[in-house]
């Protein structure tokens, strides 16, 4: 949460957000530029990915995994996505819709896999064969 009247540490503009391990506040625009750096930096620093890598990032239809794989495309990165249907009634259906939205919306390559007509199961059929609870049958 941002305090009223707080400003952007670059620009002095109105501040959206507030990160303390920072110590500071950013408008939208400064914060898409520290994510960005930030990213580059980490892919740099640990020679994770070449500009000529192609990248299948596995996306569950949520803002951070779409976002990861938006920040990616914007850097230039080759990325195509990856959803999984779960099989998790309509979250996950929803999941699924927001991926090939954004998917759409974007011209991107997504890879679409549903787990009960792929495979015959899904996670909640995989949780009572197993008898363990939905997040440790597929390890998400």
Not at 73 to 86: C, F, K, N, S, T
Not at 108 to 120: A, F, K, W
Not at 126 to 135: D, E, F, I, K, M
Request: net charge negative; proline share 4%; hydrophobic share 40%.
């Amino acid at each position: 949460m941002v305090a009223a009247g707080s400003k952007c540490r670059t620009c002095r503009g109105p501040a959206i957000i507030d990160l303390p391990r920072h110590n500071a506040n950013f408008c939208a625009e400064h914060f898409m530029e520290l994510c960005r750096r930030q990213v580059t930096k980490a892919i740099e620093k640990f020679a994770m990915l070449t500009p000529e890598d192609r990248i299948l990032v596995a996306v569950s239809g949520g803002k951070d995994s779409l976002a990861v794989w938006d920040l990616l495309i914007d850097l230039g990165y080759q990325a195509d996505g990856l959803y999984i249907g779960l099989g998790i009634g309509e979250y996950s259906d929803v999941s699924g819709e927001y991926a090939k939205a954004f998917a759409a919306e974007r011209g991107l390559h997504l890879v679409t896999i549903d787990l009960r007509d792929e495979y015959g199961f899904d996670v909640p059929t995989a949780s009572r064969a197993t008898r363990r609870v939905p997040c440790s049958a597929c390890g998400t």
